[in-house]
């Protein structure tokens, strides 16, 4: 049972242009996601996240959204960058005593292209 | 150190033998995980450690797999007779706090042939 979910495998852009990255999940209990972008033969590292409580956070050219009520977040990268290609990957993290524990999609791979 | 550090970066093992699998986490981090990534599917909880305790051991897959953490520092993560359908990355992370945000090495590349 997969209680987060990115349902596109991969994207591709162009340079300059708008990347969006979708991630849906089914656990009403997760107050906190997480955006980690991974590099081949590399760990993932924390790019961006966003608690419960709001429904918009932005780091420069990163933004996160959120819907509760649709259960669902997306990533914008803008302007992408050739140097954005990676595997994107949304986590979630549970209310209360599991706290400790990410929950994680299987990953988005973008490609921009220059 | 600067960052999570593991190894090996890369393990070939025969069906049957047994692996170790070392994480040096960043210093001072109290907090460490140890999650996996299969071909073409998301990260997997495995197992989590405060401190030298491991309070929540639920994502191991069987028995044969068991990890230790020793001086709030290193860990390691033992599979024994190791199967096919152990092949994965295996990915270490650590930080500073439970549930903040986890700093991840750069894994080891398991592959049993």
């Known amino acids: 049972d997969q209680q987060v979910k990115q349902n596109s495998p991969s994207l591709s852009v162009q340079e300059g242009r708008i990347s969006i990255l979708n991630c849906d999940y089914t656990?009403?209990?997760?107050?906190?996601f997480l955006w980690y972008k991974k590099y081949p033969a590399e760990g993932p590292t924390f790019l961006i996240s966003?608690?419960?409580?709001?429904d918009k956070n932005e780091d420069g050219r990163f933004t996160v959204f959120l819907n509760k009520s649709a259960k669902h977040l997306s990533l914008h990268i803008v302007p992408s960058q050739p140097g954005d290609s990676a595997v994107y990957f949304c986590?979630?993290?549970?209310?209360?005593?599991?706290?400790?524990?990410?929950?994680f999609g299987k990953g988005t791979l973008l490609t921009v292209n220059p | 150190g600067a960052g999570v550090s593991q190894s090996p970066s890369n393990k070939v093992t025969e069906k049957g033998k047994d692996v170790e699998l070392r994480c040096d986490p960043i210093?001072?981090?109290?907090?460490l995980y140890w999650y996996r990534q299969r071909l073409g599917q998301g990260l997997e909880f495995l197992i989590y450690?405060?401190?030298?305790?491991?309070?929540?051991k639920s994502g191991l897959p069987s028995d044969r797999f068991s990890a230790e953490r020793t001086g709030e520092s290193v860990s390691t993560l033992t599979i024994q007779r190791t199967q096919q359908e152990d092949s994965a990355v295996y990915l270490c992370?650590?930080?500073?706090?439970?549930?903040?945000?986890?700093?991840f090495g750069s894994g080891t590349q398991l592959s049993v042939l």
């Open positions: 966003i608690s419960s409580i709001k």
């Open positions: 986590a979630a993290r549970n209310r209360g005593g599991s706290n400790y524990k990410l929950t």
């Open positions: 992370a650590s930080s500073v706090l439970q549930g903040e945000k986890l700093f």
């Open positions: 210093s001072g981090h109290t907090a």
């Open positions: 656990n009403s209990m997760f107050d906190y």
């Open positions: 450690f405060q401190g030298n305790s491991a309070p929540d």
